[in-house]
């Protein structure tokens, strides 16, 4: 399908909140020296897909990722706050050590992936309506054949790849978070139609 649009779905680099199991949410952390140089791995890999456009949450972690790739690509980011991660109201910034003590099973159901669980934070659905509108956008503003990317956040990726492929919500449990600096690849034959996955959860092998 050579005229079929092709998204990249990059989650940011690792931060010293990943590093110590630290949830994030919408709380800003920035790259670590290892999320730095993941961010510098994988960004030539993503400049050689040749994309057209970058976009990138505006969470300092996400745009400090999306910096290494326009600086590869040629691009200018466009910022989006409508890429960021889930609000996840009072859990963000507890480690899962804190939060399992605080509310072990809500915990549980936490680490299986059912962010919903979270009192007064974002709901799947709503995640996933506002990033999949962003990425709507994000598509239409390339020409056939083209390839966009957008840096992102590991759960808002995950819940936002299940609905892109028309499974119900419920469905995300099918897929796991992304690694840090993993990326999702997804193509659609026609703007607006089913999009079809390609590659989830890629990584760049780093040296040990």
Not at 47 to 74: C, F, H, I, N
Not at 92 to 107: C, I, K, M, N, R
Request: proline fraction near 5%.
């Amino acid at each position: 399908m050579s005229d079929a649009r092709r998204l990249v779905l990059l989650r940011h680099g690792q931060t010293a909140w990943n590093a110590v199991r630290r949830v994030q949410g919408q709380l800003e952390s920035e790259l670590d020296e290892t999320g730095h140089r993941q961010a510098a791995a994988v960004a030539p890999v993503i400049a050689a897909m040749a994309p057209a456009a970058l976009w990138s949450s505006d969470s300092a972690r996400a745009r400090q990722t999306a910096a290494y790739v326009a600086k590869e690509a040629g691009l200018d980011p466009v910022y989006d706050a409508r890429l960021r991660e889930y609000y996840l109201a009072g859990r963000q910034g507890l480690t899962h050590e804190e939060y399992a003590a605080v509310a072990p099973e809500e915990f549980a159901t936490f680490r299986t992936g059912d962010y919903d669980v979270v009192p007064g934070g974002e709901t799947a659905v709503e995640v996933a309506g506002r990033m999949t509108a962003a990425l709507g956008e994000l598509m239409a503003s390339i020409a056939p054949g083209g390839l966009a990317v957008a840096v992102s956040h590991g759960a808002a990726i995950r819940d936002s790849v299940a609905v892109l492929l028309g499974w119900p919500v419920p469905e995300r449990a099918a897929l796991h978070g992304m690694d840090n600096c993993g990326w999702a690849v997804l193509d659609q034959a026609v703007l607006g139609g089913p999009m079809r996955l390609v590659v989830y959860n890629r990584v760049v092998e780093q040296p040990r």
